[in-house]
C-alpha cells in the first residue's frame, strides 16, 4: 500500500509541474507574452546565490528598452524571475546583453514567483520556452514581429 501511495504522490507531482520543453511557435509567442521587446541588461541582481540555492536563483533583471511590439511602451523594464537551473520558468541572462524579450504578467501574491518576492502586487517574469533570446539571435522573430505591426 505504501508503495502505490508512494506512486500515486510521484506520478501527480511530476504532472503537476511537468511544462511543454519546446519553444513556442512565433504566433503562440506573441498570443501568450504580455509584453514584447528588445532591451539591454542594465542590471543583474541574484536575490540568492547560485551554488548554495537549493532551487533556482531569484533574479530581477533590468532593462533599457530600445523597441516594443506589445504591451505599454516603457524606457525601463524590471523581470522578476528566476535563473533557469532546468524548469520552465525563468531564464539565463548575462549582464550587459541585449535580448528579445516575451514577458508575461505572473499573478498576484498567490503566485510561487511573487511569494518568493515577498510582492503583493503582480510581477512581471519569463519562461525558459517563451521566445526570449539574445537579441542577435532573434532576426526572424523580429522581421515577424515587425510584419504585425
Known amino acids: 500500500m505504501k508503495k ?8 501527480f507531482n511530476l504532472q503537476a509541474y511537468a511544462c511543454d520543453k519546446s519553444n513556442l511557435s ?5 498570443k501568450s507574452a504580455d509584453l514584447i521587446f528588445s532591451g539591454k541588461i542594465t542590471n543583474l541582481r541574484y536575490l540568492d546565490e547560485i551554488e548554495k540555492s537549493q532551487v533556482e536563483p531569484r533574479i530581477i533583471v533590468t532593462f533599457k528598452t530600445e523597441q516594443f511590439w506589445k504591451g505599454h511602451k516603457q524606457e525601463e523594464v524590471l523581470l522578476h524571475t528566476t535563473h533557469n537551473k532546468g524548469s520552465c520558468n525563468g531564464f539565463v541572462f548575462n549582464a550587459g546583453e541585449k535580448y528579445l524579450v516575451y514577458a508575461v504578467k505572473q499573478k498576484k501574491a498567490d503566485n510561487f514567483l511573487a511569494k518568493l ?21 532573434a532576426k526572424e522573430e523580429i522581421n515577424n514581429l515587425n510584419k504585425r505591426i
Open 4 to 11: 502505490l501511495l508512494l506512486f500515486i504522490f510521484i506520478t
Open 26 to 30: 512565433p504566433v503562440e509567442a506573441f
Open 117 to 137: 518576492f515577498a510582492k503583493k502586487e503582480a510581477t512581471i517574469g519569463v519562461k525558459i520556452y517563451g521566445g526570449t533570446k539574445l537579441l542577435n539571435e
